[in-house]
């Protein structure tokens, strides 16, 4: 199994959004770097879910639950793909991005590193860790 994180602004598609659709076509991608991401991406693999710019928070946990295939927005442009995700459980505690900042164990997160990114890889470790802030 692999860990992902995502990012949505939750004023155009956040966490309340996801959770009301019960599953989603993580669709708009339009980094290459990310569209790698998506590609990667596995059925049954986890995600973390963040909030970004307002928020700036992991606020829940996904599933992939259909792996990439063609963005349905872009029709004539095959180089962008989509994932299907569904929501798995809404965090207890929101986890900061101050927090994950201050966090040692953290320091080399694609989320600290790469902070535009937003769909990439986490390590379990990473993942785990998080995961457990949150409860």
Do not use: C
């Not at 860990?3 to 659709?21: A, N, R």
């Not at 993580?26 to 596995?42: E, H, I, K």
């Not at 990439?120 to 949150?134: Q, W």
């Amino acid at each position: 199994m692999n860990y992902w994180l995502v990012k949505s602004e939750p004023d155009k598609y956040g966490w309340h959004h996801f959770t009301e659709q019960g599953r989603a076509v993580w669709d708009g991608v339009r980094n290459y770097q990310a569209r790698n991401n998506l590609q990667a991406m596995r059925i049954g693999d986890q995600v973390l879910f963040y909030h970004s710019v307002t928020g700036m928070a992991v606020v829940g946990l996904a599933q992939v639950v259909r792996e990439a295939y063609p963005d349905p927005t872009v029709p004539d442009d095959p180089r962008w793909v989509v994932v299907e995700l569904e929501p798995l459980m809404a965090f207890d505690r929101p986890v900061a991005l101050a927090q994950i900042k201050a966090d040692p164990l953290l320091q080399n997160m694609g989320l600290i590193r790469q902070s535009r990114l937003s769909v990439m890889p986490v390590r379990p470790d990473e993942f785990e860790l998080i995961l457990a802030m949150g409860k």
